[in-house]
């Protein structure tokens, strides 16, 4: 590779447009069931050894923790190692070094390194991570599908397509001269902080600034550290040289100190709770005058997601996005569905149909793949989720409808909840749970107006929504009333599925800085354009026409 960076890296060609990657069914009898039930029952048989990676060394150290299926107390799937102060240390030197080759690598050789990924993902690789997505982050096979092969396969082909769209994008130059724009990678590395509910998630946050040219220091969720890893092996695989991507799992206080104090941290990509992105945001502040230059804080937090149905809503297709929005991945998706918001004409069939359905779901270990739920991911989140069960149960005002009954015996299991709610501002309505509940509030059809201020004000997130209506006034109506409400709107759709390339994802007020994962707006929070021009032919003389 050059040793020094190109002065001019838009010249790459036609810009690569990227499709997004085919879902696969794993219907009874197809291939890709057949492989996907081989790697489940090879991953079952023992248990990994997961290592810090550090400028490309695989390192075991004596702090380790075990890593059980959240669906399976008793299914050890891996042990894995925790960085120390030391190892943090160690992988922020590694990433600094790294960064003064990486950063000189053009834009079409760095894409190069992710587009192969792409490609080994969708192949190779593609039923071991669905596989220890659904083992260790209790996921259906749909769920993993559309997570750790396809979503992670287009964030890697279609932050491709941004970045060289991007690069593209140049300044006019008049003659005798030319103007230019380069996108220079941050100076110093990126932190990315990473969630357990997506293993694209986790493979996007690390890879994106990556992509731009920057280096990282990766924590992963304690709980996708099987997953996530088998894609930094996939990496490597691809071409990634040592020390753009250290991984690094462990305490998340002591790695989040070491690294906020150093005064070469350039960047945060995090995606997690809103109290944690909170003081991340205050160590940042409190450590600023000690930096280089000003950090990129990108987040995606909290959500307390909504539904809306107007009374012209096609009640069939409300009770599947319902359904589906709130239960799927059972609820533990920062989209999930959480408040309902249901006309009282509607109320009566909507509620014979969503609680047979309901009534229907199958709920289990994840290796039957007949099941519709899993498990929640760990005791922390099964207790916090009981809590909001027993204040529907205990307290006035709510009524639970379905489920309500959790066991912790042999996996983390939370059933899909409905709760009716008398009251709007009830605490089921306004606070994240991340779990299968769902709060339904019933309101009188005249009230359309209120109700929708009333959606608009009760929460202080805005992350996805959905309304429903076959009147078309009444959908822009909800669209103008509930512009800021949510940065992902869906109408007659439910609130959950954001596709790479099709819908940017991200919300604003409580839920982050919408910094829209999967589009181009998110790349560029990872560059520092420098304007360079040049003259071919400069002035010689000082003085002016209007001197003469």
């Given at each position: 590779m050059s040793s020094s960076a190109p002065l001019f890296d838009s010249a790459i060609g036609p810009v690569l447009k990227a499709q997004?990657?085919?879902?696969?069914?794993?219907?009874?009898?197809?291939p890709e069931r057949a492989a996907l039930q081989r790697e489940l029952e090879s991953q079952s048989q023992s248990a990994a050894s997961i290592p810090l990676v550090i400028g490309g060394d695989h390192i075991d150290t004596r702090a380790r923790v075990d890593l059980a299926a959240p669906h399976d107390h008793g299914h050890k799937l891996a042990t894995v190692s925790q960085a120390e102060g030391k190892d943090i240390e160690l992988a922020i030197e590694a990433a600094m070094k790294a960064r003064q080759e990486w950063s000189?690598?053009?834009?079409?050789?760095?894409?190069?390194?992710?587009?192969?990924?792409?490609?080994?993902?969708?192949?190779?690789?593609?039923?071991?991570l669905n596989a220890a997505t659904m083992l260790g982050q209790s996921k259906t096979a749909q769920q993993a599908e559309i997570d750790s092969a396809c979503e992670l396969i287009d964030f890697l082909r279609f932050n491709v397509q941004f970045a060289q769209e991007i690069a593209a994008q140049q300044p006019n130059s008049s003659r005798g001269m030319r103007n230019l724009t380069d996108y220079r990678p941050l100076e110093g590395f990126v932190y990315a902080v990473t969630p357990f509910n997506f293993t694209a998630i986790g493979g996007n946050l690390a890879t994106a600034p990556a992509l731009m040219g920057n280096t990282v220091i990766w924590k992963p969720a304690a709980t996708a550290a099987l997953s996530n890893y088998l894609f930094l092996r996939l990496l490597e695989e691809a071409g990634l040289p040592q020390g753009v991507i250290n991984f690094v799992p462990g305490n998340s206080s002591e790695i989040s100190a070491r690294v906020f104090g150093h005064p070469d941290f350039a960047g945060l990509h995090f995606t997690g709770s809103t109290t944690v992105f909170d003081e991340l945001w205050l160590k940042a502040a409190q450590n600023l005058k000690s930096y280089k230059s000003y950090p990129r804080l990108v987040g995606e937090?909290?959500?307390?997601?909504?539904?809306?149905?107007?009374?012209?809503?096609?009640?069939?297709?409300?009770?599947?996005?319902l359904l589906r929005g709130a239960f799927e991945y059972q609820g533990q998706k920062c989209s999930a569905a959480s408040r309902a918001y249901i006309p009282a004409s509607l109320w009566p069939a909507l509620r014979q149909r969503l609680l047979e359905d309901v009534a229907g779901i199958k709920m289990g270990n994840v290796l039957d793949l007949s099941n519709f739920m899993g498990a929640v991911i760990d005791d922390k989140a099964f207790r916090r989720i009981a809590r909001y069960i027993d204040l529907a149960r205990q307290g006035a005002g709510a009524r639970i409808l379905a489920g309500g009954q959790a066991d912790a015996s042999a996996g983390y299991f939370v059933p899909p909840t409905v709760v009716q709610v008398e009251d709007p501002?009830?605490?089921?309505?306004?606070?994240?749970?991340?779990?299968?509940?769902?709060?339904?509030?019933?309101?009188e059809d005249a009230r359309w107006?209120?109700?929708l201020r009333l959606v608009d004000t009760t929460s202080p997130y805005a992350l996805t929504g959905a309304v429903f209506a076959r009147d078309r006034q009444a959908v822009q109506e909800a669209n103008g009333a509930l512009r800021h409400a949510a940065g992902n709107f869906y109408i007659n759709d439910k609130p959950t599925g954001a596709v790479v390339g099709q819908q940017p994802f991200g919300g604003a007020r409580r839920s982050g800085t919408n910094d829209k994962a999967g589009s181009a707006l998110n790349l560029l929070r990872w560059v520092s354009p420098r304007t360079v021009k040049e003259a071919f032919l400069p002035a010689t003389h000082y003085r002016y026409p209007h001197m003469e």
């Amino acid at each position: 590779m050059s040793s020094s960076a190109p002065l001019f890296d838009s010249a790459i060609g036609p810009v690569l447009k990227a499709q997004n990657e085919p879902v696969l069914g794993y219907a009874p009898g197809s291939p890709e069931r057949a492989a996907l039930q081989r790697e489940l029952e090879s991953q079952s048989q023992s248990a990994a050894s997961i290592p810090l990676v550090i400028g490309g060394d695989h390192i075991d150290t004596r702090a380790r923790v075990d890593l059980a299926a959240p669906h399976d107390h008793g299914h050890k799937l891996a042990t894995v190692s925790q960085a120390e102060g030391k190892d943090i240390e160690l992988a922020i030197e590694a990433a600094m070094k790294a960064r003064q080759e990486w950063s000189r690598w053009s834009l079409q050789d760095r894409s190069a390194v992710f587009l192969k990924a792409a490609d080994l993902l969708a192949d190779k690789y593609r039923q071991r991570l669905n596989a220890a997505t659904m083992l260790g982050q209790s996921k259906t096979a749909q769920q993993a599908e559309i997570d750790s092969a396809c979503e992670l396969i287009d964030f890697l082909r279609f932050n491709v397509q941004f970045a060289q769209e991007i690069a593209a994008q140049q300044p006019n130059s008049s003659r005798g001269m030319r103007n230019l724009t380069d996108y220079r990678p941050l100076e110093g590395f990126v932190y990315a902080v990473t969630p357990f509910n997506f293993t694209a998630i986790g493979g996007n946050l690390a890879t994106a600034p990556a992509l731009m040219g920057n280096t990282v220091i990766w924590k992963p969720a304690a709980t996708a550290a099987l997953s996530n890893y088998l894609f930094l092996r996939l990496l490597e695989e691809a071409g990634l040289p040592q020390g753009v991507i250290n991984f690094v799992p462990g305490n998340s206080s002591e790695i989040s100190a070491r690294v906020f104090g150093h005064p070469d941290f350039a960047g945060l990509h995090f995606t997690g709770s809103t109290t944690v992105f909170d003081e991340l945001w205050l160590k940042a502040a409190q450590n600023l005058k000690s930096y280089k230059s000003y950090p990129r804080l990108v987040g995606e937090t909290g959500g307390k997601d909504f539904v809306l149905a107007h009374a012209s809503a096609d009640v069939e297709a409300l009770a599947v996005a319902l359904l589906r929005g709130a239960f799927e991945y059972q609820g533990q998706k920062c989209s999930a569905a959480s408040r309902a918001y249901i006309p009282a004409s509607l109320w009566p069939a909507l509620r014979q149909r969503l609680l047979e359905d309901v009534a229907g779901i199958k709920m289990g270990n994840v290796l039957d793949l007949s099941n519709f739920m899993g498990a929640v991911i760990d005791d922390k989140a099964f207790r916090r989720i009981a809590r909001y069960i027993d204040l529907a149960r205990q307290g006035a005002g709510a009524r639970i409808l379905a489920g309500g009954q959790a066991d912790a015996s042999a996996g983390y299991f939370v059933p899909p909840t409905v709760v009716q709610v008398e009251d709007p501002g009830h605490a089921l309505m306004q606070e994240e749970i991340f779990g299968p509940v769902l709060s339904v509030y019933v309101y009188e059809d005249a009230r359309w107006a209120d109700v929708l201020r009333l959606v608009d004000t009760t929460s202080p997130y805005a992350l996805t929504g959905a309304v429903f209506a076959r009147d078309r006034q009444a959908v822009q109506e909800a669209n103008g009333a509930l512009r800021h409400a949510a940065g992902n709107f869906y109408i007659n759709d439910k609130p959950t599925g954001a596709v790479v390339g099709q819908q940017p994802f991200g919300g604003a007020r409580r839920s982050g800085t919408n910094d829209k994962a999967g589009s181009a707006l998110n790349l560029l929070r990872w560059v520092s354009p420098r304007t360079v021009k040049e003259a071919f032919l400069p002035a010689t003389h000082y003085r002016y026409p209007h001197m003469e």
